[in-house]
């Protein structure tokens, strides 16, 4: 976020770059080593560029640096901070960091603040006391980037981290935002504060991308890729207050394996586990435990599932067919559970005569629902919403809707094994059906609705629900589209709710995409990502 020179622009240049190398799955209570070096220069003890004095930045020393360290020893983190260091201590500072990670190998991660540039692609990190006369110095006056994550890789970490809040002015060339070929690498997520051509000024309370970096680094159960969503949000939320114009920070993604967490958390006692396909009888077995858990979990907290204002419906016996309600939603039985699902996401049609029997609902939703939108998923909704929605559905109905567990999900999107691949059709780590369209990777176009960078679907966020492939059991958007609520608390901490699926975003990735992925969000949560749809009890709730 910070520039050390002026071109043509009087602004400064508002970057920071973020990048995981390598992809290690999410940590259990072994945790490998983790190791740090938190390195920032706020006083550049009257460093040149051009002629031309460098400003100090005085908000690294007295915010971004202490609360890295601090941030990050909460997290299990060895740490070294190295406070305004000369070119030459800065090169000591990490060779020592490499030799740390090779004697412990495990998570390494490295932190920069300060000024910084780019030039013919490679990324420098300006020290104190830099005299750079003309662009061919930056070599020799300042600190490459490249050889920092050189150091880190061939000391054998399972996992890197670099974060650099700093600018990278282009000085030789276009910049193109995500598209920087030095550190496009397998294996990685690199995101930027902002997008390529965006400025800002420094504070001398720090980086606000730091801030926000430091505000959700410690959220538990949330991926590296989901909390950069955090920030992404945060910092494009500030920017509009602050300076009057948006700052959406930019990412690229090609990460591998798992997702990386920062605070690991499991899911709750019962719940379906992470990889493994269950019988139909366990998944029955299961369900029936959940529905008993959130039953007493309602009790106890007095917010009974359906309000006293609303009877219980009655539970309608609907056997092995498919059915549809007055809203047209249709519903289809899944195998080992009690339930039929809908075969789609719950739409802004539907959404909207649920508003409208209300009197008016939060305005959040209507944002993505304008003329045209009426079958695209409803998006914007919180768990409390698509539980207001199942209550009054229920009321409407006389049966019994609600949205389903994590166990059920399971069972809906299948985790069966995937038959007649072609041989053009790569297999995912060689393992069959770890994705809700079969086992290989990346997605057909007719396999949904994902990212743009994943395959091209047609679609900028959300497609009209049913576009696409349904899978054996006749159930669309399993994967993709949006995330969808289930009952299920995420943790035993009550931190968020389960979702699944995931959805439109450039953040979701192929870790993200798999069957058995889920993450956890607070009940309140609404995001342009977030969607739902209901089940349908036929016995037992």
């Known amino acids: 976020m910070k520039c050390f020179f002026h071109i043509s622009n009087p602004k400064r240049l508002f970057l920071a770059l973020f990048m995981v190398a390598g992809g290690m799955a999410a940590f259990g209570q072994d945790t490998p080593p983790r190791t740090a070096l938190v390195m920032g220069v706020g006083d550049y003890g009257?460093?040149?560029?051009?002629?031309?004095?460098?400003?100090?930045?005085?908000?690294?020393?007295?915010?971004?640096?202490?609360?890295m360290e601090t941030k990050l020893k909460s997290?299990?983190?060895?740490?070294?901070?190295?406070?305004?260091?000369?070119?030459?201590?800065?090169?000591?500072?990490?060779?020592?960091?490499?030799?740390?990670?090779?004697?412990?190998?495990?998570?390494?991660?490295?932190?920069?603040?300060?000024?910084?540039?780019?030039?013919?692609?490679?990324?420098?990190?300006?020290?104190?006391?830099?005299?750079?006369?003309?662009?061919?110095?930056?070599?020799?006056?300042?600190?490459?980037?490249?050889?920092?994550?050189?150091?880190?890789?061939?000391?054998?970490?399972?996992?890197?981290?670099?974060?650099?809040?700093?600018?990278?002015?282009?000085?030789?060339?276009?910049?193109?935002?995500?598209?920087?070929?030095?550190?496009?690498?397998?294996?990685?997520?690199?995101?930027?504060?902002?997008?390529?051509?965006?400025?800002?000024?420094?504070?001398?309370?720090?980086?606000?991308?730091?801030?926000?970096l430091l505000k959700h680094l410690d959220k538990p159960g949330v991926s590296v890729a989901d909390m950069y969503g955090y920030v992404i949000r945060d910092v494009k939320d500030y920017s509009l207050k602050k300076l009057g114009e948006e700052r959406r920070p930019g990412f690229y993604s090609e990460l591998e394996g798992e997702p990386f967490y920062f605070v690991p958390v499991k899911l709750t006692p019962g719940s379906a586990p992470a990889a493994a396909a269950m019988s139909e009888a366990e998944i029955e077995k299961r369900a029936k435990e959940l529905a008993a858990k959130m039953a007493a979990e309602a009790a106890m907290k007095n917010t009974p599932a359906i309000p006293p204002s609303i009877p219980a419906a009655p539970q309608v016996p609907l056997g092995g067919k498919g059915f549809t309600?007055?809203?047209?939603?249709?519903?289809?039985?899944?195998?080992?559970?009690?339930?039929?699902?809908?075969?789609?996401?719950?739409?802004?049609?539907?959404?909207?005569?649920?508003?409208?029997?209300?009197?008016?609902?939060?305005?959040?939703?209507?944002?993505?629902?304008?003329v045209g939108k009426e079958q695209h998923p409803v998006v914007k909704v919180s768990y409390e919403d698509a539980e207001?929605?199942?209550?009054?559905?229920?009321?409407?109905?006389?049966?019994?809707?609600?949205?389903?567990?994590?166990?059920?999900?399971?069972?809906?999107?299948?985790?069966?094994?995937?038959?007649?691949?072609?041989?053009?059709?790569?297999?995912?780590?060689?393992?069959d059906d770890v994705f809700p369209w079969g086992s290989y990777y990346p997605p057909k176009p007719g396999d949904g609705n994902y990212s743009q960078s994943v395959v091209d679907d047609g679609y900028q966020q959300t497609a009209p629900v049913m576009s696409f492939r349904a899978n054996e059991l006749g159930i669309y958007d399993l994967g993709g589209n949006v995330w969808e609520w289930c009952q299920d608390w995420f943790?035993?901490?009550?931190?968020?709710?389960?979702?699944?699926?995931?959805?439109?975003s450039r953040l979701d990735d192929h870790s993200t995409?798999?069957?058995?992925?889920?993450?956890?969000e607070p009940?309140?949560?609404?995001?342009?990502?977030?969607?739902?749809?209901?089940?349908?009890?036929?016995?037992?709730?």
């Open 75 to 212: 997290l299990g983190f060895s740490v070294t901070v190295v406070t305004n260091p000369t070119l030459s201590e800065a090169k000591t500072a990490v060779d020592a960091f490499s030799a740390r990670i090779k004697a412990n190998p495990g998570v390494s991660l490295f932190y920069f603040s300060g000024h910084g540039g780019e030039y013919e692609g490679k990324n420098y990190l300006i020290p104190r006391g830099a005299n750079i006369g003309s662009k061919a110095d930056l070599s020799d006056e300042a600190l490459s980037a490249q050889r920092v994550l050189n150091g880190m890789e061939e000391s054998g970490a399972q996992v890197n981290l670099v974060f650099l809040d700093c600018c990278r002015e282009d000085l030789g060339k276009g910049v193109g935002g995500a598209e920087m070929a030095p550190l496009k690498a397998k294996g990685s997520f690199i995101g930027f504060a902002t997008r390529s051509g965006d400025f800002a000024d420094p504070g001398e309370e720090g980086s606000p991308y730091t801030r926000f």
């Open 523 to 541: 009940p309140k949560w609404r995001d342009r990502v977030n969607g739902f749809r209901c089940v349908l009890a036929t016995s037992g709730g």
């Open 325 to 370: 309600n007055s809203l047209g939603m249709k519903f289809v039985p899944v195998p080992g559970t009690q339930v039929l699902m809908c075969v789609h996401e719950t739409r802004n049609a539907d959404y909207a005569a649920y508003a409208a029997a209300q009197g008016g609902l939060n305005d959040d939703w209507k944002q993505d629902a304008g």
């Open 46 to 67: 009257g460093a040149k560029f051009k002629g031309g004095t460098i400003p100090n930045l005085p908000g690294i020393t007295t915010a971004d640096l202490p609360g």
């Open 388 to 431: 207001g929605f199942c209550r009054w559905l229920s009321a409407q109905e006389g049966k019994t809707y609600r949205l389903p567990t994590d166990a059920e999900w399971s069972a809906a999107v299948g985790l069966r094994k995937e038959t007649g691949r072609t041989p053009e059709e790569k297999s995912y780590n060689g393992s």
């Open 491 to 504: 943790d035993a901490l009550e931190f968020g709710r389960v979702r699944r699926g995931a959805s439109w």
């Open 513 to 520: 995409m798999r069957s058995s992925i889920r993450h956890g």
